[in-house]
């Protein structure tokens, strides 16, 4: 199944990281399902330590503020968007695996843009210790609630063939006598 970003946060992702070139950006991404709904850029805890730009680390503070955040807006922190201002290819390194790894997240989105010209935006999930590649769709504003109805219809055609199956199953008892 596709993750699903809406237009104005992945603009959003994309502007965080050019104004943050040369050193790393970074954020959470909230959502519900396959959706992403919400971003909630955090600040560079190791550029603000004086360390390499070309990392990215998160205050503890920080980690707890995005996930009171999303929470309280009825959402689950998803994974986690960094930018590599300094790769033509957006692919995580062991430190990005080890990092999503430990904050036991799903997604992560990798911004690349060696040059600020050409931009580069991939999407991982975390499959154990492994990254996979998955496919990210960008999609308008104003689609989020078709997006959102169809998979409420999606959900209800599920519980009713659930439901159905359970009906059929006591009915075949019924007649084995069971």
Not at 113 to 132: C, H, I, R, S, Y
Not at 147 to 169: F, T, V, W
């Amino acid at each position: 199944m596709d993750i699903i970003i809406i237009q104005r946060h992945f603009d959003r992702i994309v502007q965080h990281a050019k104004e943050s070139y040369p050193a790393e950006a970074g954020g959470f991404l909230g959502g519900i399902g396959n959706l992403i709904l919400g971003i909630f850029p955090v600040p560079n805890f190791a550029f603000l330590s004086f360390e390499e730009k070309q990392q990215f680390g998160v205050s503890e503070n920080d980690n707890f503020r995005a996930a009171q955040f999303f929470e309280e807006y009825k959402m689950k922190v998803l994974g986690f968007y960094h930018s590599h201002p300094s790769s033509h290819i957006p692919i995580p390194s062991k430190q990005d695996i080890k990092a999503q790894s430990t904050r036991k997240l799903g997604l992560m989105m990798i911004v690349s843009l060696a040059d600020l010209q050409g931009t580069m935006v991939t999407l991982f999930e975390m499959q154990g210790q492994m990254p996979a590649k998955r496919v990210l769709k960008v999609i308008k504003d104003d689609g989020v609630n078709k997006y959102l109805m169809e998979l409420d219809i999606e959900k209800a055609k599920q519980k009713y063939l659930g439901e159905m199956k359970r009906l059929d199953d006591r009915v075949e008892q019924i007649l084995k006598g069971k």
